[in-house]
């Protein structure tokens, strides 16, 4: 059985910064892409960062988010930092039961129950 857990999330001010971390069970990392996304009130869950050998991060986030893995300890993580009020938002980890990634929520076949991420003003 598959199972992925978020955590770190929390309330920071503007300009802070977050590391999330998803620990992985039942795949390993070597065998599956996979991806961060996050969902705000009313909006659509969107693609935030994928990785398979390499990282690849939304042009929303470049230059602030950083996507890296762990694969003896089977975790991911997102490092994100000068956060802006608008990343506030649940963040969930997904991972696809092939080695790809990809910016399209579909093609993921695991997710986590997200943690959510609020940035004020």
């Known amino acids: 059985q598959v199972q992925l857990v978020e955590s770190g999330g929390q309330l920071v001010q503007a300009g802070g910064s977050l590391r999330l971390s998803c620990a992985v069970s039942?795949?390993?990392?070597?065998?599956?892409?996979m991806g961060w996304f996050r969902q705000a009130p009313g909006k659509e869950r969107e693609f935030v960062a994928a990785i398979t050998r390499s990282g690849v991060i939304a042009d929303s986030v470049k230059g602030r988010f950083t996507i890296s893995k762990d694969n003896a300890k089977n975790m991911v993580y997102l490092q994100m930092n000068s956060l802006k009020p608008e990343d506030t938002a649940v963040y969930y980890c997904a991972a696809a039961a092939k080695f790809v990634w990809s910016s399209s929520r579909y093609d993921y076949d695991y997710w986590g129950q997200g943690t959510q991420v609020t940035v004020s003003s």
């Open positions: 039942g795949r390993t990392l070597s065998s599956s892409g």
